[in-house]
């Protein structure tokens, strides 16, 4: 495996990624693809922190938003996700301590479908717990499954 480091730089993304972003988005989740506002929305509000991942070719290959909930004292991850052929390298990983520190919130939190396994994983190796499930969230009638990081600020 190669470290994540030299694979991909993290850099702070923009609204000039949104086409990258589109196309990311839509092979990483078949499903519960964003609509076009809300990436919009996702690239560009200010209580929001976006960062890439980008091969040193300049491909986008990872994507996170963490949005700051001002006045809970909580970070919130609305989405992270690797394009498959760049994934088990550690990007999604060095994607959520970015996200995480420059959102610098005590508390970060997120959802995710029960049946994501994988991601559920990254989470839990990434130091979030289960904190709550929220009945048929997503599409389809899935519940999301809550879960909960504290950070040593
Ligand atoms: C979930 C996702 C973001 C993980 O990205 P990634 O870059 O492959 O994750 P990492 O390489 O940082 O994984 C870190 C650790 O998490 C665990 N992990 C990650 N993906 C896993 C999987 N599919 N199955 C089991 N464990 C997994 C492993 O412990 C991994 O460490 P290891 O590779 O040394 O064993 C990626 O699979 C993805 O984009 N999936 C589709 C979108 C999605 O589901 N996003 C989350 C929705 S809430």
Not at 95 to 120: D, Y
């Amino acid at each position: 495996m190669m470290s994540t480091n030299a694979l991909v730089s993290i850099l702070p993304a923009s609204v000039f990624d949104l086409s990258s972003l589109r196309k990311l988005e839509k092979l990483c989740f078949p499903v519960d693809a964003w609509p076009l506002l809300d990436m919009i929305g996702a690239l560009t509000f200010p209580n929001i922190v976006r960062y890439k991942a980008v091969t040193i070719q300049g491909e986008m290959v990872g994507f996170i938003a963490g949005e700051i909930k001002l006045g809970r004292e909580m970070g919130w991850i609305a989405t992270v996700c690797v394009h498959p052929d760049f994934r088990r390298n550690g990007i999604a990983r060095a994607l959520m301590l970015k996200a995480e520190h420059e959102m610098g919130q005590p508390r970060v939190r997120l959802t995710v479908r029960e049946s994501n396994e994988g991601a559920i994983r990254m989470y839990e190796e990434s130091g979030y717990v289960r904190v709550d499930r929220w009945r048929a969230y997503y599409n389809g009638g899935e519940d999301g499954v809550v879960m909960e990081k504290v950070l040593n600020l």
